[in-house]
C-alpha cells in the first residue's frame, strides 16, 4: 500500500461527498476521480479504491442516520453539564452543552448581573429552566448557515435559558481542566497585550482576541499564525525527541512516549481540526517507523485523513479541516517543486507560502469571496517571527512561569514593544484597499474547474523545468473568477433582510449600475462596560457587506439614501468607508438631521459626491431606468419627503417608496398618473401608509414588505395587509420570507424567489 494512500483518501473523500448533502458536483468529482485511477492505476488499485468510496460511502449514510434529537421539544427543566465548549461577550453566555442522555444542545443566556458573570465556571453540571427551539435559517444569502453548523455537531435544539438553579462541579475532564488552569495561568502572570496571542499558541484560544486584530489577520491570510497548526506540532515533537534522545532515552522508548504524549497534547490544544491532523499524522509516522514500515509524509497526512473521516464524517464541512488537508497535501505534493525552486532560506518561506495561498484560493474564494494579494510577502515576514520568535518564547515563558513568574513577567514586558510593532504592521497592511482581491463567491462550475486546473498545475509543475508556465491556465481562470461578474448577464434586485430597516441591492446585468438604496440600522443603547460586547452585531458589517462581496460587488455607482430615519441609514457610514462609492442622492434638507450629517460628512471626508434630489431627476443605462418622483420640494418634512423611485428593471415596472405615508402618496397620485408591477411597501406596512386609495391607483402585481421579525412596532398592519390582498396578487415579507430576490436575463422579465419559502 506504500505510496497509494492518497488514492485511498480522495477515494474515501469520493464516498463522503456522495453520502452527505448531495450536489452534482460531488457526483463529478467521484466520477472524474474513478476515470484518472482507471487510466493511470492498475484494475487493483482501481478496485481498491471502489471499495474506499462504498465504505465510505455506506458509513457516511449509517452515520447521517444514527443521529437523531430524544427531545421533543416541550421539555422546560434541564439537567446539563457545561465544559469549556463556550464563549463569553459582554452579558451574552452562548455554547455546546450536554443532556443527562448526552444530546448535545446549543446554549444562550443572559447574565442578570456582574456578580453572577464573575462567578460563573466551566466543567460544572447546573439544573437549568428554559425552552427549546429549533435552529433558525439564514435570512440572506450567503450568510452562515446556523442549522447547518450545528447539525455537523450533531445538534438539533437551541436552548435559551432564562434561570439557572442549582450548579455542582462535574466529575472527569481532567484533561481540559489542565488546560482551563493553564489559561487562567497565563491571564493572571503574562503581560495583558501578550495574553490573547499567547492562548492562542499555546493552548488554541482565540476568543480572547481582538475582533479587529482577528479580522485584519484573515484578511492579510495570516490567520494561521494564531493558531496551533501542524508545523507547531512538528517543532513540539522534533524537540521533545531530540531532548528525550540527548538525555539517554533509546528511541524507542521516546517514540512510545510521543505517540502517548500526542494525544493528550491535543486535547490541551484545543482539538482544532489542524491540530488533530498533525497529531494524527505524526502519531501514524512515528508508529510505521517504530515497526519498521516507514511512510512517506504524503501516505500519512493520507491516513490522518481517512482516519479524521471515520472519526465524524461532517468534518468535511470545517473551514479549518478543508484548509488544514488542502494546505497540507498540496506542499507535501510540491516537494520536489520547492526544493527545486527554493534554493535560498528566504525562497524557502516565499514560495511555499504562495503555493499554499494558490492551492487554499478555491477555499477561501467560497468561504470568504476574497484573498489578499500581499499574504505571501507577509508570510515571508510573519512565518520567521511567529516560528523562531513568538512562538518558542512564550512555550518557554509559559514553562518558566511557575518556577520565576515574576522575572519572566519582567522579560516579557521588555519584548512587548516588538509584538505591538508587528501588530501595528498588520493593522497598517489591512487598512490598504487594494491588497484585497473581490471575486464574490464562485459559482459551483468555476470552483469545479478552478480545483482540477489547481491540480492539472501541480502535476505540470512537478514534469517540466519550465514551470512558471504551469501557472498559465491557472492565472487564466483565476483573471476569470474576478472578471465573470462583469460578464455575467444575469441582474437581480435583492430586498435584503436587515430587521426593521430597509436594504435595496439593484445589480443590472454585466455590472453596467451597481445601486443600493438605504443600507439598515439598528439602535444601541448605552450598556454598562461588564455587559459590553467585544464584537457587536453589526447590520452593515455582519448582513450587507459579506452579501455585496459574496456578489464580487466591491463599489456602488449610486447608494441613495431615502431619508434621515437611522432604521434607513444607519449603516450608511459603514458602506462608505468599506466600498467605493461613486456618488450619494439624498433628499433635499435631510442632511440637517444628525443621522443623514454624519453619514454626509464621512462621504465628503472621502471626496465622495453628495446630491440632493427631488422630482425630475433621472438616470439610465442600457438594461435600466430610473426615475425620482418625490420629494417634490426643497423643504424636509420627514417620512413623507423619502426620496421615492420609480424604475423599469428586468421587464418590470417598481415602485420603491421609502418610508412613504398617505400624506405623501397622495400628493405623488396628484402629481403623476402611473401602476407598477412591484411595490416596495412604504413605512414597513405602518398604517400610516399604503392608503387604498393609493393602491386601486397604482395596483402592484407584487407588494414587498421590508419588517423586522417580532417588531415592536406591530409592523405591517393587519389592515394594510387587507388592503395589499385586495390590490396584490403576491405579498412577500422579510419578517417571514427572508431575503427576497428577483433575478433577470438581460432586458427580459425574471422569477422571484425567497431565503425561507
Not at 490541551?268 to 502519531?283: D, F, K, Y
Not at 513577567?409 to 490598504?432: G, K, R
Request: proline share 5%.
Amino acid at each position: 500500500m506504500k505510496g497509494l494512500w492518497l488514492f485511498f483518501a480522495f477515494a474515501s473523500l469520493a464516498g463522503c461527498v456522495l453520502a452527505l448533502p448531495f450536489h452534482w458536483g460531488a457526483f463529478l468529482y467521484s466520477g472524474l476521480l474513478f476515470l484518472y485511477l482507471l487510466y493511470k492505476c492498475s484494475p487493483t488499485i482501481w478496485i481498491y479504491c471502489l471499495l474506499f468510496t462504498t465504505t465510505f460511502f455506506l458509513y457516511s449514510k449509517w452515520h447521517d442516520s444514527a443521529q437523531s434529537t430524544k427531545l421533543s421539544g416541550v421539555e422546560s427543566t434541564f439537567r446539563i453539564e457545561i465544559e469549556d465548549e463556550y464563549t463569553i461577550d459582554g452579558d451574552r453566555l452562548s455554547g455546546i452543552v450536554k443532556t443527562e442522555n448526552e444530546e448535545r444542545l446549543w446554549l444562550t443566556y443572559t447574565f442578570s448581573s456582574k456578580e453572577e458573570k464573575e462567578q460563573f465556571s466551566p466543567f460544572v453540571t447546573c439544573v437549568v429552566e428554559g425552552s427549546l427551539e429549533k435552529p433558525m435559517p439564514p435570512r440572506n444569502p450567503n450568510t452562515f448557515h446556523f442549522p447547518n453548523y450545528l447539525k455537523q455537531r450533531h445538534i438539533y435544539w437551541t436552548l435559551q435559558v432564562s434561570s439557572f438553579y442549582t450548579c455542582e462541579d462535574s466529575s472527569g475532564h481532567f484533561l481540559k481542566k489542565w488546560r482551563w488552569k493553564g489559561m487562567e495561568h497565563i491571564q493572571s502572570t503574562f503581560p495583558e497585550n501578550l495574553v490573547p496571542i499567547a492562548l492562542a499558541l499555546i493552548f488554541g484560544e482565540r476568543d480572547q482576541l481582538s475582533p479587529y486584530l482577528e479580522q485584519a489577520y484573515q484578511e492579510l491570510g495570516l490567520i494561521h499564525l494564531l493558531a496551533i497548526s501542524g508545523l507547531h506540532v512538528g517543532i513540539l515533537t522534533v524537540s521533545l525527541f531530540y531532548t528525550f534522545v540527548r538525555i539517554g532515552w533509546t528511541k524507542e522508548r521516546t517514540t512510545y512516549l510521543l505517540i502517548g504524549f500526542l494525544p493528550i497534547y491535543a486535547v490541551l490544544a484545543g482539538g482544532s481540526p489542524s491540530v488533530l491532523r498533525a497529531v494524527i499524522m505524526t502519531s501514524t509516522i512515528l508508529l510505521s517507523i517504530r515497526f519498521n514500515r516507514r511512510l512517506s509524509p504524503l501516505d500519512g497526512c493520507s491516513i490522518s485523513f481517512i482516519i479524521s473521516l471515520l472519526i465524524e464524517p461532517h468534518v468535511l464541512f470545517h473551514i479549518g479541516f478543508q484548509l488544514s488537508y488542502g494546505v497540507t497535501f498540496i506542499l507535501l505534493l510540491s516537494i520536489r517543486l520547492i526544493q527545486k525552486v527554493a534554493t535560498s532560506f528566504w525562497m524557502s518561506i516565499l514560495f511555499p507560502s504562495i503555493l499554499a495561498q494558490t492551492g487554499a484560493s478555491p477555499i477561501l474564494l467560497y468561504h470568504f469571496y476574497e484573498i489578499s494579494a500581499i499574504s505571501p510577502l507577509l508570510n515571508l515576514i510573519y512565518v520567521p517571527y511567529y516560528t523562531f520568535i513568538v512562538l518558542p518564547i512564550f512555550l518557554i515563558s509559559f514553562l518558566l512561569s511557575f518556577l520565576f513568574p515574576t522575572l519572566i513577567v519582567f522579560l516579557l514586558q521588555q519584548m512587548e514593544p516588538l509584538f505591538v510593532i508587528m501588530n501595528e504592521i498588520v493593522n497598517a497592511c489591512v487598512e490598504w484597499d487594494w491588497h484585497q482581491i473581490v471575486t464574490g463567491r464562485p459559482s459551483s462550475v468555476i470552483l469545479m474547474f478552478l480545483f482540477f486546473i489547481l491540480i492539472f498545475t501541480f502535476y505540470w509543475m512537478e514534469k517540466t523545468e519550465r514551470w512558471w508556465l504551469s501557472v498559465v491556465p491557472l492565472f487564466i481562470l483565476s483573471l476569470y473568477s474576478f472578471i465573470a461578474p462583469k460578464w455575467n448577464p444575469i441582474g437581480e434586485i435583492v430586498f435584503l433582510d436587515v430587521g426593521q430597516g430597509d436594504c435595496i441591492v439593484i445589480r443590472l446585468p454585466f455590472q453596467s449600475g451597481t445601486y443600493v438604496i438605504d443600507t439598515g440600522g439598528s439602535f444601541s443603547f448605552p450598556k454598562e462596560e461588564w455587559r459590553q460586547q467585544k464584537d457587536p452585531f453589526s447590520i452593515g458589517t455582519d448582513i450587507v457587506l459579506p452579501f455585496l462581496k459574496s456578489r464580487g460587488i466591491t463599489s456602488i455607482d449610486k447608494l441613495i439614501l431615502t431619508h434621515s430615519d437611522y432604521d434607513h441609514i444607519g449603516e450608511a457610514r459603514v458602506m462608505i468607508q468599506e466600498l467605493d462609492v461613486e456618488e450619494i442622492l439624498i433628499s433635499p434638507g435631510a442632511a440637517k438631521k444628525e443621522a443623514m450629517a454624519h453619514a454626509v460628512n464621512v462621504a465628503i471626508a472621502k471626496g465622495i459626491s453628495v446630491q440632493e434630489v427631488q422630482k425630475g431627476f433621472r438616470w439610465s443605462t442600457k438594461y435600466g431606468d430610473f426615475f425620482v418622483l418625490s420629494p417634490m420640494d426643497s423643504k424636509y418634512s420627514g417620512n413623507n419627503d423619502s426620496i421615492v423611485l420609480y424604475a423599469l428593471v428586468g421587464g418590470q415596472t417598481w415602485l420603491f417608496t421609502g418610508d412613504l405615508e398617505q400624506e405623501g402618496e397622495e400628493a405623488l397620485l396628484k402629481e403623476w398618473n402611473f401602476q407598477v408591477d412591484v411595490l416596495k411597501v412604504g413605512h414597513h406596512g405602518s398604517n400610516t401608509s399604503s392608503s387604498e386609495a393609493f393602491l386601486r391607483d397604482i395596483k402592484p402585481n407584487v407588494s414587498i414588505i421590508l419588517v423586522g421579525k417580532n417588531n415592536r412596532y406591530g409592523h405591517p398592519h393587519m389592515s394594510v395587509l387587507h388592503r395589499l390582498q385586495m390590490y396584490s396578487n403576491t405579498v412577500w415579507r422579510t419578517d417571514i420570507h427572508g431575503a427576497i430576490t428577483y433575478r433577470f436575463y438581460l432586458q427580459g422579465p425574471g422569477t422571484f424567489s425567497v431565503m425561507i419559502p
